[in-house]
C-alpha cells in the first residue's frame, strides 16, 4: 500500500521567512494530493487539493506543488507568521482509490 | 455552527468497559469516517459510511462497532476496552466518498486507567 513520508522534525523559521514542508510517497502516484493543518487539540483542517495534472496550485499565501516524477509535493507559505505555528499533515489516497492515507505531519514553529 | 461535533471531547474510563462515542454533521455530506490517532500522531482509517452504508472497514477489532442511525450521524461503540485503544479517535465526513477534502470534529481524547 501507498506510503507517505514527511519530515518528522519540526521546522522552525523566523516570521515573515518562506517556510516549506516536504511530503514524500512511495508507490504509484495518486490522482490527487491534499493538505491539512492541524492545532493541537482540534482536528485537522482542509486547507489545499491539487490533482494529478496541475502542476502548482495558490491559496492566499499558500503554495502546493506536485511533482509526480519525484514523487513529491511542496507547501510553501510566504510571509509566514506565529499564526502559522501548527503541524501540517500531507494525505492522499491509498492503493485502489477506496480511502485517504494521512502523513504523521511535519511541526512548523514561526518565531516572531 | 460547528460543523462535525463529536461528544464526549474526553472519556477516561478503566480497562473492561465499554463506551460509546457519537458525531454528527451538519455539511449535508454523504460520508463519514471514524479515525484513530495515536501517541506517535498517526491518523489511521478505521470506518467509513457512505449513505448509512458501511464502505471500509480496516483492521480493526470487533470489539470496535461503528452505527449509523442516518447519513448526519456515525456513532462508534467499543466494547472491553484495553489500554491500547488509548488515543484521539477524529470523526470526519466528506461530500461523498470519492477522495473529497474532509471535515474534521476536534476529537474524543480517550484514556484507559
Known amino acids: 500500500s501507498q506510503k507517505i513520508e514527511q519530515n518528522s522534525e519540526a521546522l522552525n523559521i523566523q516570521e515573515g521567512k518562506t517556510a516549506t514542508l516536504t511530503c514524500n510517497y512511495t508507490?504509484?502516484?495518486?490522482?490527487?494530493l491534499q493538505w491539512y493543518r492541524q492545532d493541537p487539540g482540534r482536528g485537522p483542517v482542509f486547507l489545499l487539493l491539487?490533482?494529478?495534472?496541475?502542476k502548482e496550485k495558490r491559496k492566499e499565501r499558500l503554495k502546493v506543488t506536485f511533482d509526480t516524477t519525484l514523487k513529491q509535493s511542496l507547501f510553501h507559505i510566504t510571509a509566514s507568521q506565529p499564526a502559522d505555528s501548527a503541524t501540517y499533515l500531507c494525505?492522499?489516497?491509498?492503493?485502489?482509490?477506496?480511502?485517504?492515507?494521512f502523513g504523521a505531519g511535519t511541526r512548523l514553529f514561526v518565531k516572531a | 455552527d460547528t460543523a462535525v461535533s463529536q461528544t464526549p471531547k474526553y472519556l477516561v474510563t478503566q480497562m473492561g468497559n465499554d463506551k460509546s462515542i457519537k458525531c454528527e454533521q451538519n455539511?449535508?455530506?454523504?460520508?463519514m469516517y471514524w479515525y484513530k490517532q495515536d501517541s506517535k500522531k498517526f491518523l489511521k482509517i478505521m470506518f467509513s459510511?457512505?449513505?448509512?452504508?458501511?464502505?471500509i472497514n480496516e483492521t480493526v477489532p470487533n470489539r470496535f462497532s461503528p452505527k449509523s442511525p442516518d447519513k448526519a450521524h456515525l456513532n462508534l461503540h467499543i466494547n472491553s476496552l484495553e489500554l491500547g485503544d488509548s488515543a484521539v479517535y477524529f470523526c470526519?465526513?466528506?461530500?461523498?466518498?470519492?477522495?473529497?477534502?474532509?471535515?474534521f470534529g476536534d476529537g474524543t481524547r480517550l484514556s484507559i486507567l
Open positions: 455539511l449535508g455530506h454523504d460520508t
Open positions: 470526519a465526513s466528506s461530500q461523498d466518498s470519492n477522495n473529497q477534502p474532509q471535515h
Open positions: 508507490n504509484y502516484s495518486p490522482a490527487y
Open positions: 494525505a492522499l489516497e491509498d492503493t485502489g482509490g477506496f480511502k485517504t492515507i
Open positions: 459510511y457512505n449513505n448509512k452504508e458501511l464502505i
Open positions: 491539487i490533482r494529478e495534472n496541475e
